[in-house]
């Protein structure tokens, strides 16, 4: 499903989600698209994607229409 997913956000605009450390799970609308480093296709509608690992605080990024080639976040680590 991967190799279909990245061809796809290959054809069209796509951005590269990023994390460190990588590995994040990414989830869009409760499914999981994959893990860091992963492509999303870009739309006029932003899309909120949540990157979470465990041991780490989840992080929201928005993907539009307007957004780089690649965002590339930081997760901190969970201090509970």
Do not use: C, F, H, M
Request: without cysteine; aromatic residues 2%; glycine residues 8%.
């Amino acid at each position: 499903v991967n190799g279909v997913l990245d061809a796809v956000a290959r054809s069209v605009r796509a951005t590269e989600l990023r994390s460190d450390p990588v590995g994040a799970e990414v989830v869009v609308n409760g499914a999981v698209v994959g893990n860091t480093p992963v492509r999303v296709a870009r739309s006029d509608a932003d899309v909120d994607y949540t990157l979470r690992l465990p041991g780490y605080e989840s992080k929201v990024v928005r993907v539009g229409a307007q957004s780089p080639g690649a965002i590339s976040v930081t997760l901190r680590p969970n201090t509970q």
